[in-house]
């Protein structure tokens, strides 16, 4: 089933500012949230999507993509970037701030964290990573699957992302009694209000570690190398970005990790300039050959191709190879090769050719002369002034 338009989910206009975005989405999620719609599973849905919404316009970068190629923009690694594969763990840990100062973000869990299992909030969300990924001119043209070297926190082997050298080192927390929670009573002119906040003892996880992993001294990830394999669709352009989510750093304690966004950059082709989803090539072809005509090969992006070169061609003809150039990344379309013609003057002659040569110069057959139906000069002239 095709997604809903991102601006549509939310209720904002393309133009819309990023704290009308952010606005548009609490308004929308506080409609949805689960916590308000127990066991509604349309809310949950309707919740998740805003979300992914909110994950893709809220992000500067993920949003240029999305209005430039729409959803296709957004594809990479088989399943798409922005929140398409989010959950409901990741939504509360990276926007439930969103809700903090909302008086209803109490009731349904905010201040920063929200209840996976009692309240509580697993570590904290790993960053997300930037990495560089040169594409030559036939990998864009027909897609390609990369295989990257990535130095990033991945999780702990020893300790399984807890963090803990043990399960006994792990103890609920003594200050929210292991909810991940402290609640707070407060008097106002309508009664009592009780307001609910992430604690501050244990950051919302509800535990704390009394004896810490001695690989990953506490922290529940260690530095390493990890090889990633990335999805590039057909099409790319220089400076395009793909996200991988999940793909990034990991998170502390059995946070969830962030996502690894990837820059395409073109490499140069040695005879082949790109325009677009155009490809130019510059031939250059002998005094005979323009005058009696030949057939030559040139080259494109998926091998070899003929072209005939009619008798008489000027130079600066430019011919078109039709569906040779790069495909777009969110249609049907794809670009042409377009050939530009360049006759070659030749530097050194010795004495037979410079006398033919001169021999030519005086004839009027190799007197330049206007294509058919083309005004001259003068004629021009003569037009705009009467």
């Given amino acids: 089933m095709a997604k809903r338009d991102y601006y549509e989910i939310l209720g904002v206009s393309k133009s819309a500012t990023a704290d ?129 070297k990535v130095k990033k926190y991945v999780s702990c082997n020893t300790c399984h992302g807890s963090g803990a050298k043990d399960k006994g080192s792990v103890q609920n927390c003594s200050t929210c009694g292991g909810s991940g929670q402290v609640r707070k009573v407060t008097n106002t002119f309508l ?37 990633v394999s990335i999805d590039i669709p057909a099409g790319v352009q220089e400076g395009m970005q793909l996200s991988l989510s999940g793909k990034g750093n990991a998170g502390e304690r059995g946070g969830s990790p962030g996502d690894l966004i990837v820059v395409i950059e073109e490499e140069s082709h040695s005879q082949l300039q790109r325009e677009g989803l155009n490809v130019v090539y510059d031939l250059h072809i002998s005094f005979p050959d323009a005058v009696f005509g030949t057939n030559l090969e040139v080259p494109t992006i998926e091998g070899k191709a003929k072209i005939k070169i009619p008798a008489g061609t000027h130079s600066g003809k430019i011919f078109r190879l039709k569906g040779k150039g790069f495909p777009a990344i969110n249609s049907y379309e794809r670009g042409d090769q377009l050939i530009h013609i360049n006759v070659w003057t030749p530097q050194h002659l010795n004495a037979e050719e410079k006398s033919m040569m001169e021999k030519m110069q005086h004839s009027q057959n190799f007197q330049p002369k206007p294509e058919k139906n083309e005004k001259s000069f003068f004629d021009k002239v003569r037009e705009m002034f009467g």
Avoid: W
Avoid at 85 to 109: E, V, W
């Fill in 191 to 227: 009664g009592q209000m009780q307001t609910v906040s992430t604690c501050p003892a244990c950051n919302g996880e509800g535990t704390t570690i009394t004896s810490k992993c001695t690989s990953c001294k506490g922290e529940g990830r260690v530095y390493a190398e990890e090889t």
């Fill in 20 to 148: 009308e975005i952010k606005k548009a989405y609490r308004k929308v999620a506080m409609q949805f949230h689960p916590d308000r719609n127990p066991g509604d599973k349309a809310s949950e849905e309707k919740f998740k999507e805003a979300a992914e919404a909110y994950e893709v316009l809220s992000d500067q970068d993920k949003r240029a993509q999305y209005d430039r190629f729409g959803h296709a923009g957004l594809s990479g690694n088989g399943g798409g970037f922005g929140g398409g594969n989010m959950n409901m763990d990741d939504i509360f840990s990276q926007f439930g701030d969103i809700f903090g100062d909302d008086i209803f973000g109490s009731f349904f869990g905010g201040g920063g964290g929200r209840a996976r299992s009692g309240g509580r909030t697993r570590g904290t969300r790993g960053s997300n990573l930037r990495i560089k990924l040169k594409m030559s001119y036939e990998e864009i043209a027909k897609g390609a699957t990369k295989t990257v």
